[in-house]
Every structure is written in structure tokens, then in C-alpha cells.
């Protein structure tokens, strides 16, 4: 089976295949970028003609759901959907802090990814299983309810971090085409994509502005 992975939830934009029956992986990631939207078609584009195959040769797409923040997640959810529908195969969505955990050593981790306005998004695992989380908070005010082996956390937040983990070794990882496959479960029939975004938008309504009485009223 050939999957198409993709994850648009951190600021690196994670694109790759997976050849389930081989193990063959091929990665393509723009690392720390802001132009999810413009850059996320063409490089899976290039990812496919770097494989030597084409988008009919897929035969699902694995998508990271969060959480992240609203438009970055968005991008990629909405890519992957429409892939899918156009191609008519399955996308499975997983979350994001999953598969990065997957990328850890097999003991008790903590998982973090920057959720902007100084906080950051984070779970715990043990064993690669998610026993908390995923929850949103400031760094410096994250109590964790277990102890923990190794910390993924961005390297910019790292020393945010409580002081009781400071000793605890850490790694800034983001999601990988191999991972986001590893936690998706291809046999289960595919449910609608839910995005964890754990907070509101940043964008907010415009208040109404009052009508100017000298604007007459008009009933229709």
C-alpha cells in the first residue's frame, strides 16, 4: 500500500510516502515555515515525481490533526480531504503528538509543540500510548501528573519549561511521514476529519457597528 502523509500542524511542513509492504519511506519537510497554504501542493507534487510515481498510484493519505494552531492545521486537513475526495481513497487523521511520539524511545515521554501566544501543546506517553493530554497551557505553568523519561519540546520553549524538568533529556522532534503511518490505523474504516485545535481562532468577528439614523429602515 502506498500512503501519502502529511502535517501542516507545527511550523515545519511534513510531506512524505510510505510503501507499507517494503518499508520504503521518501520525506519531503520544509522546515520552519509560515507558508503552509502556498507550499504544501507543489512539494507533495515534487515528492511524488521524486518517488517516480503519480497521484493515481496512492491508495491512502494519512493527515495530521493537531493540535496546532487554526490556519496552519486547516491547510493541511483541507489538502489531504480534498486529495482524497479527488482520488477517491481513504484519509486518515491522527494526531499530531502521537506520531511524534512514536519517534521516541519506548518509555514515559513528554510531547510538546509550540501553540503560539507563549503556550505550547503537549501529552504524555507511555510506551508510545498517550496516557494525557492533548491539552494547551503555558510552559512555565505545565504540572505534569507523572514523571517522565525524555521531553520533546521545541528548543526556543525548552528553557520555559518548569524547573523540576530542566535534567530531563530532550529532543525537538516534529512528525515524519513513517510516524504519521505508524499511528494510523489503514484497516479501520475512515472516519471525518476532526481537527484538535484545543482553543479558539485567532480571528474574531468584527463587532457590529450601529446603523447610522440616517440611514432609513427598510422592510422586505
Not at 530531563?168 to 503511518?181: H, I, T, W, Y
Not at 505508524?182 to 484497516?187: G, N, P, Q, R, S
Request: aromatic share 4%; proline share 10%.
Amino acid at each position: 500500500m502506498l500512503v501519502l502523509a502529511i502535517d501542516t500542524s507545527t511550523p515545519d511542513l511534513v510531506t512524505g510516502l510510505v510503501e507499507t509492504t517494503t518499508g520504503q519511506v521518501y520525506d519531503r519537510i520544509i522546515r520552519e515555515t509560515r507558508a503552509h497554504n502556498e507550499k504544501l501542493t507543489p512539494t507533495v507534487q515534487a515528492l511524488l515525481a521524486d518517488a517516480g510515481v503519480g497521484f493515481s498510484d496512492l491508495d491512502a493519505i494519512v493527515v495530521g490533526c493537531g493540535p496546532g494552531p487554526f490556519t496552519g492545521l486547516r491547510v493541511g486537513m483541507a489538502t489531504a480531504a480534498a486529495f482524497g475526495d479527488a482520488l477517491d481513497i481513504a484519509v486518515h487523521g491522527v494526531c499530531s503528538l502521537d506520531a511524534i511520539a512514536r519517534r521516541l524511545p519506548d518509555v514515559r515521554t513528554l510531547v510538546a509543540t509550540d501553540a503560539r501566544r507563549r503556550e505550547i501543546y503537549w501529552a504524555i506517553f507511555d510506551g508510545h500510548i498517550r496516557i494525557h493530554g492533548p491539552a494547551v497551557i503555558a510552559p512555565g505553568e505545565l504540572l505534569i501528573p507523572h514523571p517522565v523519561e525524555m521531553i520533546s519540546v521545541p528548543e526556543r520553549l525548552a528553557e520555559q519549561l518548569p524547573g523540576h524538568l530542566a535534567d530531563v533529556e530532550k529532543r525537538d522532534l516534529a512528525p515524519d511521514a513513517a510516524s504519521l503511518v505508524a499511528v494510523a490505523d489503514l484497516e479501520a474504516t475512515p472516519v471525518p476529519l476532526v481537527p484538535l485545535y484545543l482553543r479558539r481562532p485567532d480571528a474574531k468577528e468584527p463587532k457590529p457597528r450601529p446603523q447610522s439614523p440616517a440611514i432609513p429602515v427598510m422592510e422586505v
